[in-house]
């Protein structure tokens, strides 16, 4: 069964970077097409911080412009979210997404499990 896992979490100082990382694993993966990565914060909608297409066209909340960088290998299945210069308000718990062919099952949206970045001030 077709899994993403993600990376890298963990607390961070205010003015810090962090790299996150999420990868697909678990059977027989055909092609990933769309990725993203997603912040929900207490109180707010689950909002969509970085996507990237297979190609590697890349698209940023108004927010994250200039401080993330969303990346991925499709060798590797894998997908990166580089943050850096990370305030406060870009706490949340930060979860994959990603638009999977696989050879059994076909088409599947994936959610990975979630990983909290708290950034303390």
């Known amino acids: 069964q077709v899994q993403l896992v993600e990376s890298g979490g963990g607390s961070v100082q205010a003015g810090g970077s962090l790299r996150l990382s999420c990868a697909a694993s678990g059977g027989a993966i055909v092609k990933i097409n769309n990725m993203g990565w997603y912040r929900q914060t207490p109180g707010k909608q689950r909002e969509l911080v970085a996507g990237i297409t297979r190609g590697g066209d890349t698209n940023y909340a108004d927010s994250v412009k200039g401080r993330f960088t969303i990346s991925r290998d499709n060798a590797k299945n894998a997908m990166y979210l580089q943050m850096n210069s990370l305030p406060p308000e870009d706490t949340g718990v930060y979860s994959c997404?990603?638009?999977?062919?696989?050879?059994?099952?076909?088409?599947?949206?994936?959610w990975g499990q979630g990983t909290l970045v708290p950034v303390s001030s």
């Open positions: 997404n990603a638009d999977v062919i696989t050879l059994t099952f076909g088409y599947r949206e994936l």
